[in-house]
């Protein structure tokens, strides 16, 4: 029988892994030019962690999860995403008290049940930043700054970034109460994810993708327009900054994101090419955060991006493998020894180098010569190994140098030789 990879689990294929590599180094260096550090987490956590602060209505609580019970009886989870885990090491660290202003980043797999769609996995990856310590909407606007940077740097095609208020303890609850009596009077139209949302969570309702709720919806009252003073004051002054430093983005009173522990300020970032799920990234601020894991009242905001999504938007610009620069043929088993150490201290000094085996014809060496994209092969055989030095073939101008470079020469005079042999052919 033959085994396969696990549903919804895959295994990436070298050039998606170059893509992959170009996406995060470019967002690494965008956050932290920004200050942030990176921050190693740990892929699994006890899972009150997240029914504490993703919230026991969310979907990824409520079914996604990937929990199992310990030797010890506790219950484990694979972590289905990084704030909390953030947040968590944050506390544990004493840095509330010691530096609770902090900035960090993490990145790596994610593990979520969904029901399998095309494009999504059940574990992906994302890239997220946290800011700590920080109540301010200064805070929020630099977030959301960073976040459409970030776009910038990794090169995404028509990206938007869509902004919204969640409000906070004080107007919430109130508002959640006149949504849920608006979808109430009209359950009939509602699909069975939103009736069993309707008192748990109403403001999922908002975002349903179902074309009878998204009609049932139209007109229901949104919560920028329920804000309480503080809140609306919030808001307000995160759109002005946003404004002022002249970063463009788009109000969107319907996005409600899928976490409980957001409040005011919450954002996601669509682009094209994804489809009808076009969100790339998102996020928002969740003051309560840490206080509901135990610690100290610290108000946080960050965002997460998914890599998967980030590298196809990005797409069109994918990288290839790094060229080869230099192609060793041996032509007699004996010369191979030679060969190996030669290549190996080009490679030391920084040249990408593949060697052949003396097992291929010449013929058969020199044609995948070519297809790597060498600028020169080192030819060894039995002549070369006589006089000490390697024939060099110039690829791009289809020269011979005959026994040119010294089999034992240390690698910058190798390096430097070939330079000057190879253009000196032009
Ligand atoms: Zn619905
Ligand atoms: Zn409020």
């Known amino acids: 029988m033959k085994l396969a990879a696990v549903k919804g689990f895959r295994d990436i294929q070298a050039g998606e892994v170059l893509a992959r590599r170009a996406v995060l180094e470019a967002s690494c260096k965008v956050l932290e030019n920004y200050g942030f550090e990176e921050l190693e987490l740990p892929l699994l956590e006890r899972v009150e962690l997240f029914q504490r602060t993703v919230g026991d209505t969310s979907d990824i609580v409520e079914k996604e999860m990937y929990t199992f019970e310990d030797r010890d009886g506790s219950t484990l989870a694979l972590r289905p995403e990084g704030t909390a885990s953030l947040v968590r090491a944050y ?56 976040v459409a940077d970030i776009c910038e740097a990794v090169g995404l095609r028509e990206y938007s970034v869509e902004l919204n208020s969640l409000g906070d303890d004080a107007c919430r609850p109130a508002y959640r109460k006149a949504l849920a009596a608006w979808g109430e009077a009209r359950i009939d139209s509602l699909c069975e994810d939103c009736r069993s949302r309707l008192q748990r969570n109403p403001l999922r309702l908002l975002d349903c993708k179902v074309e009878s709720c998204r009609e049932a919806m139209q007109g229901a009252p949104m919560m920028v327009d329920s804000l309480c003073d503080d809140c609306e004051r919030h808001h307000g002054r995160v759109k002005e900054l946003l404004t002022e430093s002249g970063v463009e983005v788009t109000a969107n009173p319907r996005m409600v994101r899928g976490l409980d522990y957001y409040c005011r300020t919450a954002f996601e970032v669509t682009a094209a090419g994804l489809g009808s799920q076009d969100a790339v990234g998102g996020g928002g601020r969740y003051d309560g955060l840490a206080a509901s894991l135990g610690g100290p009242d610290i108000a946080g905001v960050g965002f997460a991006f998914g890599l998967e999504r980030m590298v196809l938007a990005a797409a069109g610009q994918e990288p290839g493998a790094p060229p080869v620069d230099i192609v060793v043929a041996p032509l007699e088993e004996r010369a191979l020894g030679v060969v190996l150490g030669l290549a190996r201290r080009l490679r030391r000094a920084g040249k990408r180098v593949e060697v052949e085996s003396p097992s291929r014809s010449l013929k058969a060496q020199m044609k995948r010569a070519d297809r790597s994209g060498a600028a020169c092969v080192l030819l060894v055989g039995e002549a070369e190994l006589e006089a000490g030095k390697a024939t060099l073939r110039d690829m791009v101008n289809k020269a011979d140098h005959a026994q040119l ?13 070939i330079g000057e042999a190879v253009k000196g052919g032009a």
């Open 405 to 417: 470079i010294e089999l034992d020469g240390d690698a910058e005079q190798v390096i430097k030789c």
């Open 91 to 146: 506390l544990a660290a004493g840095m509330a008290r010691s530096q609770p202003e902090g900035r960090f980043y993490y990145r790596g797999p994610m593990f979520r049940r969904e029901r399998p769609q095309k494009g999504r996995f059940r574990q992906f990856s994302q890239i997220g930043a946290e800011m700590l310590g920080r109540s301010d909407p200064a805070a929020d606007a630099e977030a959301v700054t960073l």
